[in-house]
């Protein structure tokens, strides 16, 4: 049940407080969402509202749904496949996607004053927690259990435009290795003893790889070169034969490694797959930033990282055109698609799509496209496919300007 703008009444000591409540689900057992003035409760857990609270009734009413964890659905297929590829690997993927800052940017090495701070890119509960922009959010509870290999896979959410590609719950998995021994030499030989028992790559899968170290792409100032090597070639080897299991079905496929930067690894890269004649991104990693193992208590390890988005995986391999597919509980959906097996998506849906355009005139202040399109979300939901800016016009005497979206309205499940 939602309820807006009711009163609720609480007692302490002698005193009656009427709060208002502006938003509840209303479950029984004080589990659910609920909004008030000073606080939102998640699951009977306050948190106390700030001038950073932007978190939504739209988005919170996602939390329950974690696609990563139904079997039946393409996100929590290509999960699984990816945990069945890594079977020695631990696998988190039940952890709260609502974090402190300190975990979401602090414990990754991210500056105070980096964008993605910023409201306009994150959902805030208050100035300390937030929903988790990303699964790295929980690389240090990985590095404390114990486990040399783990998984983390989660929803993660970012606000974001509105369009057939994004939403702003999306799906991440990544992967963490890594080796601590006494010695240079026990390490190395761990490292080429994992290298020695795996399978080799299959001979459908063509590897495209000049990438080197240099100083844009460096070796770390802790690390040995040729640890690092052994390192690198551990990473690749994981990963190109992960892609080969997730597309074994392409006859000739193609695996391309591009120099990257990302703030958590050095050397960095990012991977592409050659997929119906056009080149994917698929995933970015590489060696572990060692500030992040020695502030988790792992001085002498190093270790490999990576991390990827799921639904555009399974828009690829599944063939789904828009992402907001991924959140029917239509049966005629889900009855597609089977655990453990990747199958093309066939549509049952062939509304048009019905155009509306609106403008407006701005604000003073600051603008951000993001927030205008959390109010479409909040407004209309998932019935909206396209939201695209077709115009922007600045008054020539008062200096006003004004700008005029395009909003794109289809159902997919219809």
């Known amino acids: 049940m939602l309820r807006f703008s009711a009163l609720r009444v609480s007692t302490k000591g002698r005193f009656v407080t009427l709060q208002r409540t502006w938003y509840t689900t209303g479950r029984p057992g004080g589990a659910g969402i609920e909004i008030t003035e000073t606080t939102v409760m998640v699951d009977g857990k306050p948190y106390a509202r700030d001038a950073w609270t932007n978190v939504t009734p739209t988005i919170l009413s996602k939390l329950p749904r974690r696609l990563h964890l139904q079997e039946r659905n393409p996100i929590g297929i290509i999960r699984g496949l990816i945990e069945g590829h890594f079977g020695d690997f631990k696998a988190f993927n039940q952890l709260s996607p609502i974090v402190s800052t300190q975990q979401n940017f602090d414990d990754l090495l991210i500056p105070k004053d980096h964008p993605s701070r910023t409201k306009s890119d994150n959902y805030y509960f208050n100035a300390g927690t937030l929903l988790r922009a990303h699964t790295s959010a929980h690389q240090l509870q990985g590095l404390a259990s114990g486990h040399k ?61 000049d990438t080197v170290i240099h100083a844009g792409n460096p070796i770390q100032p802790e690390h040995d070169a040729q640890m690092v090597d052994l390192v690198a070639a551990h990473l690749k080897h994981s990963i190109n034969s992960m892609v080969c299991h997730l597309f074994a079905g392409e006859p000739d496929l193609k695996v391309r490694w591009i120099e990257a930067y990302f703030p958590f690894t050095s050397p960095s890269y990012e991977v592409e797959i050659f997929y119906q004649g056009e080149w994917l991104e698929v995933l970015g990693c590489g060696v572990v930033k060692q500030p992040l193992l020695t502030k988790s208590g792992h001085e002498q390890a190093i270790g490999w990282a990576f991390g990827m988005g799921l639904e555009r995986l399974a828009m690829v391999l599944f063939g789904v055109p828009d992402i907001r597919l991924f959140w029917s509980e239509d049966a005629r959906f889900i ?49 909206v496919e396209n939201v695209k800016l077709i115009d922007d016009f600045t008054h020539p005497k008062t200096n006003k300007r004004s700008l005029c979206y395009r909003i794109m309205y289809r159902s997919m499940d219809r």
């Open 149 to 209: 290999k783990f998984l983390i896979s989660g929803d993660v959410y970012r606000r974001d435009e509105i369009d057939s590609s994004h939403y702003p719950v999306f799906h991440q998995i990544e992967g963490f290795a890594y080796w601590e021994n006494a010695t240079k030499d026990e390490t190395m030989a761990a490292i080429q003893a994992d290298l020695d028992r795996a399978q080799p790559i299959p001979a459908n899968i063509e590897v495209i790889d």
């Open 335 to 383: 009855d597609q698609f089977q655990p453990g097996q990747i199958s093309k998506f066939q549509a049952f849906s062939k509304y048009p799509p019905c155009i509306k355009d609106i403008s407006f005139w701005l604000p003073t202040g600051e603008w951000h496209e993001n927030n205008f399109c959390e109010t479409v979300r909040g407004v209309a939901g998932d019935i």
